[in-house]
T-cell receptor, first 115, second 116 residues
């Protein structure tokens, strides 16, 4: 089974702090994604990466950055957390090439509260 | 840009009934993929069913089936013989056929409640 894990289920940070959300997948997937989930808004794509050190902006990248130094790990960084970044953050991964199925596999999510 | 619309924020049905969740989308692409994802309470999001736009035949997975109307840009999910474990948020999602490297565009979700 594909396993996508996220470093924390719940996180509370203060306004202005630098926040790191970590995601690890164990299926050698090329693609990794960060989404944010808000009630009544569904999921929105923040950033994605199709290879190590590669990154692409999604629909709402403002206030976020990402890092992908290893294939299995994709980090989301909030340089200076703000209260409007309080949300559920979901990581996902998917294979490319010969293994492409277009299905994305999701982690359990990190519920971030910024006070 | 693509948009996905789910017009039913919440639905409630009795166990064993059939329920249909609606989804419409807007795109200028001709080739793409459509998905229904399920997010049970406090559990991970999982894929329910997938439809390739170039396939005319509607996808089915056990009790789950879709009604894909490409011209109308409609993609509804039918759940037959609903079970308590079907209670979840259901999200309709769209992906362009760019080799699988693109992110998903999601609808706002439908909260489905199966009553005993």
């Amino acid at each position: 089974d594909v396993k996508v894990t996220q470093s924390s289920r719940y996180l509370v940070k203060r306004t202005g702090e630098k926040v790191f959300l970590e995601c690890v997948q164990d299926m050698d997937h090329e693609n990794m994604f960060w989404y944010r989930q808000d009630p009544g808004l569904g999921l929105r794509l923040i950033y994605f990466s199709y290879d190590v050190k590669m990154k692409e902006k999604g629909d709402i990248p403002e206030g976020y950055s990402v890092s992908r130094e290893k294939k299995e790990r994709f980090s989301l960084i909030l340089e200076s957390a703000s209260t409007n970044q309080t949300s559920m953050y979901l990581c996902a991964s998917s294979p490319l090439g010969d293994r492409v199925t277009y299905e994305q596999y999701f982690g359990p999510g990190t519920r971030l509260t910024v006070t | 840009a693509q948009t996905v619309t789910q017009s039913q924020p919440e639905m409630s049905v009795q166990e064993a009934e059939t329920v249909t969740l609606s989804c419409t989308y807007d795109t200028s692409e001709n080739n793409y993929y459509l998905f229904w994802y399920k997010q049970p309470p406090s559990r991970q999001m999982i894929l329910v069913i997938r439809q390739e736009a170039y396939k005319q035949q509607n996808a089915t997975e056990n009790r789950f089936s879709v009604n894909f109307q490409k011209a109308a840009k409609s993609f509804s999910l039918k759940i037959s013989d609903s079970q308590l474990g079907d209670t979840a948020m259901y999200f309709c999602a769209f992906m362009t056929s760019g080799g699988g490297a693109d992110g998903l565009t999601f609808g706002k979700g439908t909260h489905l409640i199966i009553q005993p």
